[in-house]
């Protein structure tokens, strides 16, 4: 619901407050006094498309501001939350949402949703929750087939409902089991053919039987048996020299330690600082001798046949060289598409026994997505002969007595999403015409009472919380004009109804009546918006019939119309 619309320097009007609220809001006012830009403001608001030429002419740009109640939780409020704005939440579990948009002359804009900038998309996508718009060009509710289809299956009352959201999860089912067996089925030449590679590959990779970091290992062994004879003569001389094994009188580090530790040693006695030097030459002496022990297994581990275990090495080598060419870069990766491809091949090799259970999945699903869709087209013609009843009964109270309306449901050859339905909304004006597609088959005037009739119907089963009709008594008046006054008291009971109308009979039966008043200045019109109560809305009632707000015969009649609307209100409820 729309509590209330600012509007700043949009077209004709400088700047107006509109109190919304709930209830039947009558918008009144003279020609060119800014109505139509009322209705523009909503638009935008709305996330239509917004147009730099409406902008106040010498003004930078136009703003309007709307402020909505709305659920504090449900679709509209988590809408609002992705674009990153807020509402306002309420004590009663209501919340309020702040909606905005501005143009500048130069035909930037702005939308606001919830304090936050947000693209205008996001107001379209609220506006479509919030507000059904009915105007002589733009009847939004019911222009396509599909949104006729859907607002029959509103219409058609819980059974339906539940029948079509049955059918939507089986048809779901049955499309995406039946791509998938498509695609088996279609790719079963390749998965064959890719299991057998895959097959060949990981035989090859598992007879190698590669072990993680078996590559870095062989690598170092080779480099060792590469230089083997350089090893054993470096070890060797390197032997000799800490503790010679020849004959020789060649002195080795050991002999020289021992020759310096006896020489102090004798010393020491001498001199007390002496001894720590020699128990670290004794120290010495025992890690060189350490030294020369280890030298000496090293040269008793090197292998005599070297050359046979490089070769051996090498070989090895290149048959883990070869992997990693095929399946690497790495070793570790060889082993990785082992691991991966061994849980593809138990998936391809599966493949008939998948095709073979979806085949038969698939054939489930399609008996009953079709036993459903039968259900489902018996249901909506019986929706549809109703709805067409009751909405034609409501043209005969709008001035088309010998209007008829009706809802047709077509088979269609294959199903869809929504059934194998095709509903289409037709209108027969007049006796010997032919019924034909809502839009097509009537003037403006009649579609906007048509659209007035179908919300009326639509209002118990399908509520939209503001409905704004612009315009939707052109061409009528009189006992007619009266009851498209009453009806819309009727669908303002259970939803916000806002009417711009020229019609006293019309606004009469507001509970909120708004005038748009317009002052000359100069070259430039001012419009604003007054809310009327008492003596004020029965002049304005009065100026509508007659065009004099100041006879005292108009005002009575306006008195005496609007006692009547209210009787009439009383009588209805």
């Known amino acids: ?36 830009m009322i209705v523009t403001a909503l638009g935008l608001l709305l996330g ?11 003004r930078p740009q136009a703003s309007v501001e709307g402020s909505w109640r709305v659920p504090d939780t449900g679709p509209v409020a988590d809408r609002v939350a992705e674009a990153g704005g807020e509402v306002e939440p309420l004590p009663d579990g209501t919340a309020v949402l702040l909606l905005g948009r501005t143009i500048s002359s130069e035909g930037r804009g702005r939308a606001i949703v919830g304090g936050r900038t947000a693209p205008v998309g996001v107001l379209a996508e609220l506006g479509e929750r919030l507000v059904a718009v009915h105007g002589q060009s733009d009847q939004v509710r019911l222009r396509s087939s599909t949104a006729q289809r859907e607002a029959l299956d509103r219409f058609g009352g819980p059974e339906l409902a539940g029948l079509v959201t049955e059918y939507e999860t089986v048809y779901r089912r ?7 067996l498509d695609t088996l089925v279609e790719s079963r030449e390749r998965r064959l053919a890719e299991a057998d ?16 970091g078996e590559d870095t290992e062989l690598a170092e062994r080779a480099e060792r048996l590469s230089n083997l004879e350089d090893l054993r003569l470096a070890a060797a001389q390197a032997q000799e020299l800490l503790s010679s094994q020849s004959l020789d009188d060649v002195p080795d580090v050991t002999a020289q330690l021992e020759s310096a530790r006896r020489s ?3 010393a020491s006695a001498h001199d ?11 120290a010495a002496s025992f890690a060189v001798a350490e030294i020369s022990s280890s030298l000496a297994s090293y040269l008793g581990g090197l292998d005599t046949d070297g050359a046979r275990e490089l070769e051996g090495v090498q070989d090895r080598r290149a048959e883990l060289g070869t992997l990693i060419r095929k ?11 082992l691991d991966r491809g061994s849980t593809r091949l138990l998936e391809l090799d599966t493949d008939s026994d998948r095709i073979e259970a979806l085949t038969g999945e698939v054939q489930q699903d399609a008996k009953a997505a079709h036993e459903l869709a039968a259900r489902l087209s018996a249901l909506r013609r019986t929706a ?39 509903v289409s909304i037709l209108l027969q004006p007049h006796s010997g015409s032919d019924p034909r597609p809502i839009g097509r088959g009537a003037s403006g005037g009649e579609l906007s009472r048509v659209m007035l009739a179908i919300e009326v119907v639509l209002a118990g089963s399908d509520p939209v919380p503001t409905f704004i009709f612009d315009e939707v008594d052109a061409g009528v008046g009189g006992a007619s004009a009266t009851e498209i006054g009453r009806r819309l008291a009727r669908l303002a009971e259970t939803a916000q109804v806002i009417v711009v109308t020229h019609l006293a009979q019309v606004a009469a039966f507001a509970t909120n009546h708004l005038r748009v008043v317009k002052d000359a200045e100069g070259a430039v019109t001012e419009s604003s918006v007054q809310q009327l109560t008492g003596e004020a809305r029965v002049a304005e009632i009065a100026r509508l019939l007659s065009g004099l707000p100041d006879s005292e015969s108009g005002l009575a009649h306006a008195r005496e119309l609007l006692d009547a609307a209210r009787s009439a209100v009383k009588v209805g409820r």
């Open 48 to 58: 239509e498309r917004a147009d730099s030429s409406a902008v106040r002419s010498g």
């Open 384 to 422: 549809a002969a109703e709805l067409g009843r009751r909405v034609t009964a409501e043209l005969a109270a709008l001035a088309m007595p010998n209007a008829r309306l009706t809802v047709e449901v077509m088979e269609r050859s294959e199903l869809s999403a929504s059934g194998n339905d095709s």
């Open 264 to 266: 102090l040693d004798r």
């Open 272 to 282: 007390p600082e002496l001894g720590p030097i020699v128990e670290a030459i004794t």
């Open 1 to 36: 619901m729309i509590e209330e619309i600012s509007i700043r320097d949009l077209g004709v009007i400088g700047e107006a407050r509109l109190p919304l609220g709930p209830g039947f809001t009558a918008l009144t006012g003279e020609t060119g006094a800014g109505k139509t």
């Open 197 to 212: 590679s895959l097959r060949a590959a990981l035989a090859e990779i598992e007879a190698a039987d590669p072990q993680r």
């Open 327 to 337: 399946y690497g870069p790495t070793l570790d990766d060889v082993l990785d598409f």
């Open 174 to 180: 049955w499309q995406s089991r039946q791509s998938e």
